[in-house]
Every structure is written in structure tokens, then in C-alpha cells.
């Protein structure tokens, strides 16, 4: 399995905007699709976006799209999230998971489709 760190959480303003990274260990980052997932207190993981393992298709969450924009650089082992026009409702633990897979379906809105998750990094988006 692949290892996953987030970095680039932190404190905003709402209308400002952050980019999270997640890197991943090993050699074979390619092989894999990655999704962003976000946890507010009290609340079950939700989805955020997905990518495929090559970068060329996505699937976003209704309430992000248009604002966040997800990228993969393979030749860095990384995958990142562009938030922009950050909203308080933003507000969350914000993880990335990986799954390796050839193909990006709706499976990759869900969970439990994913084989690794990161620790998660911290948003807060005050009003």
C-alpha cells in the first residue's frame, strides 16, 4: 500500500483560497486513482474529489465544484487540491486516499472504495 501525507492545511478568510498536498510513497503512484475526502466535527467523511490515475478525469462533490480544482503530478508523487472562494462551510479535516485502479467511476465518491488514507490536514475558513 501507499503511504499518504497531507500538508497545506491552515487558517483563511472566507473568499481566500489554499492548495493541500498529499505525497505518496513508493514507485507506483502512477498505478493509482486518488480522492479528497473532508470530515467536520460531528460529521461522517464526505466526498470531494477524485482523480484518475493519470490526471485526466474527475469527479467533484456538487458543493465544491466550480472552486476546487484536483491535479496529479505523477512524476512528483503527488496529488493536490485547489480550493478557492473558500467558504466557512468549508471548515474540515481534509484527507486524500488512493485506490489502484485503471479506470475513475462513481465508486470513487464512496469511502470505502479506497485502500489508503493520509492523516488528514486541518482547514478553517472564518467568516
Known amino acids: 500500500q501507499v503511504q499518504l501525507v497531507e500538508s497545506g492545511g491552515g487558517l483563511v478568510q472566507a473568499g481566500a483560497s489554499l492548495r493541500l498536498s498529499c505525497a505518496a510513497s513508493?514507485?507506483?503512484?502512477?498505478?493509482?486513482?486518488m480522492g479528497w475526502f473532508r470530515q467536520a466535527p460531528g460529521k461522517e467523511r464526505e466526498f470531494v474529489g477524485a482523480?484518475?490515475?493519470?490526471?485526466?478525469?474527475?469527479y467533484y462533490a456538487d458543493s465544491v465544484k466550480g472552486r476546487f480544482t484536483i491535479s496529479k503530478d505523477n512524476a512528483k508523487n503527488t496529488v493536490y487540491l485547489q480550493m478557492n472562494s473558500l467558504k466557512p462551510e468549508d471548515t474540515a479535516v481534509y484527507y486524500c486516499?488512493?485506490?489502484?485502479?485503471?479506470?475513475?467511476?462513481?465508486?470513487?465518491?464512496?469511502?470505502?472504495?479506497?485502500?489508503?488514507w493520509g492523516q488528514g490536514t486541518q482547514v478553517t475558513v472564518s467568516s
Open positions: 513508493g514507485r507506483t503512484f502512477s498505478t493509482y486513482a
Open positions: 486516499a488512493a485506490k489502484r485502479s485503471n479506470i475513475l467511476t462513481t465508486q470513487a465518491m464512496g469511502v470505502t472504495w479506497y485502500d489508503s
Open positions: 482523480v484518475s490515475r493519470a490526471g485526466g478525469s474527475t
